[in-house]
């Protein structure tokens, strides 16, 4: 069986098995072997980064300084290990965290 078959079966167990909500990496991609999570605030901010917004727009729709977002943005590029946009947003689309559309 591929990993990514694997991984599929394992996100579908997941809520059957009352894991939470959280969205965890898939440890069988690259830096997924933290099994960190993802905040709220940093899927937020990462919806908000897929569909093109820079960091001061981001700031503004989600009532927080652009610093705040900044920094946001380190931590989901090293739960992610990635080290641009685009990247978190492949991956995320990937893992499943948002959607491929």
């Given at each position: 069986?591929?990993?990514?078959?694997?991984?599929?079966?394992?996100?579908?167990?997941?809520?059957?098995?009352?894991?939470?909500?959280?969205?965890?990496?898939?440890?069988?991609?690259?830096?997924?072997?933290?099994?960190?999570?993802l905040s709220g605030r940093?899927?937020?901010?990462?919806?908000?980064?897929?569909?093109?917004?820079?960091?001061?727009?981001?700031a503004q729709t989600l009532?927080?300084?652009?610093?705040?977002?900044?920094?946001?943005?380190?931590?989901?590029?090293?739960?992610?290990?990635?080290?641009?946009?685009?990247?978190?947003v492949s991956r995320a689309?990937?893992?499943?965290?948002?959607?491929?559309?």
């Open positions: 069986m591929s990993n990514g078959k694997i991984a599929l079966l394992v996100s579908a167990l997941l809520p059957e098995l009352g894991a939470p909500e959280a969205l965890h990496l898939n440890a069988l991609e690259p830096g997924g072997a933290k099994a960190q999570r940093e899927r937020d901010i990462l919806h908000l980064i897929a569909q093109g917004r820079v960091d001061r727009e981001i009532a927080i300084s652009p610093t705040t977002v900044k920094s946001h943005v380190g931590k989901i590029f090293t739960k992610l290990s990635v080290q641009k946009r685009a990247h978190a689309k990937r893992l499943g965290l948002i959607d491929a559309s």
